[in-house]
């Protein structure tokens, strides 16, 4: 049995009122790989800045 289906038999097992906190749960969690994802974006955007602000750059992009 595979993760996705020993969580699917655990929840069809899980009483009603405590449902909505696991999928508050899995909301939190899908919210923390996006933020994570961006934070990443964000601290890498300084050091590839430096090679973006070159004038070689400027003029590679242009014709586009």
Do not use: G
Not at 42 to 47: A, C, D, L, R
Request: net charge negative; glycine share 0%; charged share 35%.
């Amino acid at each position: 049995m595979n993760t996705k289906e020993e969580l699917i038999n655990e929840i069809e097992k899980t009483p009603e009122p405590f449902l909505s906190e696991v999928l508050d749960f899995v909301h939190f969690l899908k919210a923390k790989a996006s933020r994570e994802e961006l934070d990443i974006a964000v601290m890498s955007e300084s050091s590839l800045a430096k090679d973006w602000l070159k004038p070689e750059e400027d003029e590679a992009w242009q014709s586009l």
